[in-house]
């Protein structure tokens, strides 16, 4: 989209804040933008940038300032090019990071970099252009929770950036399971925002992760007919229920605003007390 078009449509609701949502145009991500919506200009990014454009067309023809934007976010020339094009509406005061990929959407090495390297790119990309007082929240899952990375595999998934990141994992975990990969991606995730809180915090800046269970989504779906294990986990939630997108962009919300102005470097989980029944004790 063109930066014309962008400040058009930021026009059409001056002096708010700018969000970013990257992944806005799937379930959750959608989800995360109407919330996201009420109070800010978003940007939605995604790999299908004419799709993002429609989304963002539909949002707009509801009164709401939304611009789409085409970006890989795996590439770091994309990524700094979508936060240049989105402060052109304002200062940017929020990301939310929903992009991600579960493990029957593609191999093991796809997996971690999609999962991993565009993270890192998004965090390094919002530290270069948010102002003090904003704040990011990375999607992770409870897939990441009890899960152990083993010791020689995890400094290589602690450096997502580094030029041999994926050739580095293939060698050392020649077999490893697109499963396995997605665990070992979303584990990372969660110590990643953990071990950035203290450079953001130097900048007067936020970031955390947050952890869906099991949530009603199309991709969601279908991962009961490619994993019966699934259906297992659905039937140990204590509150026995899935979870709603609804849910996931009001904890998403809280960590992006004010009311979580002392939270930082850690992981909110929203899994209907599921984690908790592998709990010892």
């Known amino acids: 989209m063109s930066d014309d078009i962008l400040a058009a449509r930021a026009r059409s609701r001056p002096g708010l804040p700018v969000a970013i949502v990257i992944g806005g145009c799937g379930g959750m991500g959608m989800a995360c933008v109407r919330r996201l919506a009420q109070h800010h200009a978003v940007v939605i990014a995604d790999l299908d940038g004419a799709r993002a454009e429609q989304a963002a067309a539909a949002l ?5 300032s939304v611009a789409g934007a085409g970006c890989d976010a795996t590439d770091a020339a994309a990524v700094a090019a979508l936060f240049a094009h989105a402060a052109r509406l304002g200062p940017v ?9 579960s493990p029957s959407m593609a191999d093991a090495p796809t997996i971690l970099t999609v999962n991993l390297v565009a993270p890192a790119l ?10 003090p007082g904003g704040a990011a929240v990375f999607v992770s899952s409870i897939a990441g929770h009890g899960t152990r990375v083993p010791d ?11 030029p041999d990141f994926r050739a580095s994992i293939t060698a050392a975990l020649p077999d490893l399971t697109s499963s396995d990969a997605y665990r070992f991606s979303k584990a990372t995730l969660l110590r990643f925002c953990r071990r950035n809180a203290a450079a953001w ?3 007067g800046l936020r970031i955390n992760s947050l952890s869906p269970g099991l949530i009603r989504t199309p991709m969601g779906d279908r991962e009961f007919d490619r994993s019966p294990a699934k259906g297992a986990l659905l039937q140990r939630i204590p509150l026995e229920r899935q979870g709603e997108l609804t849910e996931i962009a009001d904890g998403l919300e809280f960590l992006l605003s004010n009311k979580a102005s002392f939270i930082t470097g850690t992981d909110l989980l929203i899994d209907g007390g ?6 010892p004790g």
């Open 93 to 101: 005061t929020a990301i939310a990071h929903v992009l991600g990929l």
């Open 274 to 279: 599921l984690v908790a029944t592998n709990e």
């Open 201 to 203: 915090g130097a900048r």
């Open 60 to 64: 707009a023809a509801e009164g709401y």
């Open 152 to 162: 020689a595999v995890q400094p290589i998934l602690d450096a997502p950036l580094d």
């Open 122 to 131: 998004v965090a390094e990309a919002a530290l270069a252009h948010m102002p």
